[in-house]
Nanobody, 119 residues
């Protein structure tokens, strides 16, 4: 059974930092592009960042230069380091696994972790 479990969310002041973690169970991690998405109240879910199995990264323009995605393939964990946080970064952040379709037939999602940026 595939499970993605996020952690690290919380309340932080503008300009502060948080690091999110997502632990993946099973073999899916090594077969997947891993990503972070977010959904703010009354808005659609949007891409934040992705990282390929080989470490290639992609970021939304709104977080470039502030957020860093990384993965530890030995621990099956993907991280999102968030610096210089802004009010508009407030959202539920979701971990995503986009696996090789030869082995899995769909994406998998975590349940999300809430990040609130407020003074």
């Amino acid at each position: 059974q595939v499970q993605l479990v996020e952690s690290g969310g919380g309340l932080v002041q503008p300009g502060g930092s948080l690091r999110l973690s997502c632990a993946a169970s099973g073999s899916i991690f090594s077969l997947s592009v891993m990503g972070w998405y977010r959904q703010a109240p009354e808005k659609q879910r949007e891409l934040v960042a992705t990282i390929s199995r080989g470490g290639w990264t992609n970021y939304a323009d709104s977080v470039k230069g502030r957020f860093t995605i990384s993965r530890d393939n030995a621990k099956n964990v993907v991280y999102l380091q968030m610096n210089s946080l802004k009010h508009e970064d407030t959202a539920v952040y979701y971990c995503n696994a986009d696996p090789d379709r030869r082995y899995y037939d769909r994406d998998y999602w975590g349940k999300g972790t809430l990040v609130t940026v407020s003074s």
